[in-house]
């Protein structure tokens, strides 16, 4: 059992920067690959981001590309969603995920979300 506790949004202006936190607790953190998803009100949940156990390899969504960063700090048991150049269309519920060898392309577990805001 993983517990996922995203922290770090809020609202911001167009062209702003923010970045997300997720802890997880777990002594296993390396074991997996983490995410990042988004879903805006009225719209279907969306990938934006994912890192591999040890941060070698990422993905982004090509709405983000060039924009965001996401990281990792083992030690801390910690994932990060730098996200600058914020544009309003970026406005939703961000949420971090996690996923082990053995589960396909399905992320196990998730936390709560956090609000980010981006005005024009």
């Known amino acids: 059992q993983v517990q996922l506790v995203e922290s770090g949004g809020g609202l911001v202006q167009a062209g702003g920067s923010l970045r997300l936190s997720c802890a997880a607790s777990t002594r296993t953190f390396s074991n997996y690959e983490m995410g990042w998803f988004r879903q805006a009100p009225g719209k279907d949940q969306e990938f934006v981001a994912a890192i591999s156990r040890y941060g070698g390899f990422t993905s982004y969504a090509d709405s983000v590309k060039g924009r965001f960063t996401i990281s990792r700090d083992n030690a801390k048991n910690t994932v990060y969603l730098q996200m600058n150049s914020l544009k309003p269309e970026d406005t939703a519920v961000y949420y971090c995920?996690?996923?082990?060898?053995?589960?396909?392309?399905?992320?196990?577990?998730w936390g709560q979300g956090t609000q980010v805001t981006v005005s024009s």
């Open positions: 995920a996690a996923r082990a060898p053995g589960s396909g392309n399905r992320y196990d577990y």
